[in-house]
């Protein structure tokens, strides 16, 4: 099962994970990849209001 996350200082972030249907093809469908790049970009932002959140306490 492929499973994609992403590691920030304040946080680790799965950003999706599936069961592959295909037993042929190495590759990560191209509707899956752009759903992980939209979260990746809300990830960021989170880890972002994170560190600033810590910085000022």
Do not use: W
């Not at 499973?3 to 599936?18: D, I, M, Q, S």
């Not at 759903?35 to 810590?54: M, S, Y």
Request: glycine share 2%; hydrophobic share 40%; net charge positive.
């Amino acid at each position: 099962m492929p499973v994609y996350t992403v590691e920030f200082a304040e946080a680790v972030f799965v950003l999706h994970c599936f069961q592959k249907k295909s037993k042929s093809g190495i590759s990560t469908p191209k509707a899956d990849i752009e759903l992980i790049r939209a979260r990746l970009k809300v990830a960021e932002t989170i880890a972002q209001e994170l560190r600033h959140d810590n910085t000022h306490h």
